[in-house]
């Protein structure tokens, strides 16, 4: 399997509920690194996984819906915890519809399998991997 990885950050504000979370349950700031990882079996005539320009503009939309906002306000979070790991599944989502559609290209058509990896911290990440169907 070959893959190519963009990444790019996003800066939000969030709270959560639940005594689970201890003081993450007041409003609190994060800066994630975002990694995504696009796989395919074999490469292209010209070499590539995908082309790594559309891949980076894709990581950016996906990351523009929320980047500077506070998760708790923006209705498509509206009562969700929007933990690191569910984030994570979140930017994936919205880069499977960016391959559905067709703005990875041609390239974006042979993408079997894709990761995104949130990085909370240099100590601490999470991650969503699954098939692209």
């Not at 969030?14 to 079996?41: D, I, M, N, W």
């Amino acid at each position: 399997m070959f893959s190519l990885t963009v990444c790019d950050h996003v800066m939000i504000a969030h709270s959560f509920r639940g005594e689970v979370f201890g003081p993450a349950q007041k409003l609190h700031g994060a800066t994630y690194a975002v990694e995504a990882e696009f796989r395919v079996p074999t490469l292209d005539e010209h070499g590539l996984v995908v082309d790594i320009g559309l891949a980076r503009t894709e990581l950016r939309r996906a990351l523009d819906s929320f980047d500077y906002d506070n998760l708790d306000a923006l209705p498509q979070f509206a009562g969700q915890n929007t933990t690191t790991e569910f984030m994570a599944a979140h930017v994936h989502g919205l880069l499977v519809a960016a391959l559905r559609k067709g703005r990875l290209g041609d390239g974006g058509k042979r993408v079997t399998a894709l990761k995104v990896l949130l990085r909370e911290s240099p100590l601490a990440w999470a991650a969503y991997e699954a098939a692209v169907e």
